[in-house]
């Protein structure tokens, strides 16, 4: 038997039920119903049984590039309105790896520097 991949964790320097309540906007999930401010650590759930996101509490801050990021696909939308919805949101746009086809990539950081990047969506 093989494990499962429960949840992605991302460490938080700051107050964990914020940069979850950033991520639960962002992608339409849920925190889970036992979090709350303050707490050290915060769920944000996938209401599909997929992994879900959580957040801990850590002292240090983030010093260097991720070495593992999420690359999102907007549906209904395009990828252009999903960069805007996110930086609305908090997020801050880094690079645009956008090619004249349409092809390619925006990087964005999350209010605590964590990048994910927002690929061309179903709307184009």
């Known amino acids: 038997m093989h494990p499962t991949i429960r949840h992605l964790t991302f460490d938080c320097s700051g107050e964990p039920y914020e940069l979850a309540a950033f991520w639960s906007a962002l992608l339409g999930r849920p925190i889970s119903d036992i979090d709350a401010p303050g707490d050290d650590e915060v769920l944000v759930e996938a209401p599909d049984g997929g992994p879900g996101l959580l957040f801990v509490r850590v002292d240090e801050g983030k010093t260097a590039k991720n070495r593992l990021h999420l690359d999102l696909r907007p549906t209904g939308r395009t990828r252009a309105e999903e960069v805007a919805r996110a930086r609305e949101l908090g997020a801050r746009q880094l690079a645009d790896h956008t090619g004249p086809e349409g092809r ?16 061309r969506g179903t709307s184009g």
């Open 104 to 119: 390619g990539w925006v990087v964005l950081a999350d209010p605590e520097g964590n990048e994910f990047c927002v690929e």
